[in-house]
């Protein structure tokens, strides 16, 4: 850490609102550094757990954070009230790709055809 140096203190608020990785950054900390270590820090037994760094958001002041941005380029805010700046993480899980081809088309004229036939019997 260079001389001089701001430090922040963070907490990071989950979806259930338990505060998660409480502690001291230094403003050149980037936030792919902090998503790393919130992804190794999660708590167990939540219902939604980050497997990776692209699967968690970090919003403070309203705005996304970029991984590659440090705390000073991200402008976090230090407020008048003593204690931690709590920011909001939000988990996106992968969206799971939806399946085309042949096999898709003739499911759905099977699907079809058997809606059809139940319908006229």
């Known amino acids: 850490m260079a001389e001089g140096e701001e430090r922040i203190e963070l907490k990071f608020r ?8 409480h502690s001291t950054y230094s403003s050149s ?3 792919g550094t902090i ?5 190794a820090e999660w708590p167990q037994g939540k219902a939604v ?17 970029e991984n590659s941005k ?6 976090i805010t230090f407020s008048d009230i003593p204690g ?8 996106q899980p992968p969206v799971t790709k939806k ?3 042949l096999l898709n088309l003739f499911m759905d004229i099977v699907f079809a055809q058997s ?3 139940c319908s006229y019997a």
């Open 99 to 101: 399946k085309t081809g």
């Open 35 to 39: 998503k790393q270590k919130l992804v």
């Open 84 to 91: 931690a700046v709590t920011m909001h993480v939000v988990v």
């Open 49 to 65: 757990i980050p497997k990776s760094v692209s699967d968690i958001k970090l919003i403070h002041g309203g705005k996304f954070l």
């Open 14 to 21: 989950i979806f259930d609102g338990t505060d998660i990785a």
């Open 29 to 31: 900390t980037t936030v």
């Open 115 to 117: 809606f059809f036939a």
């Open 70 to 75: 440090t705390l000073a380029d991200s402008r």
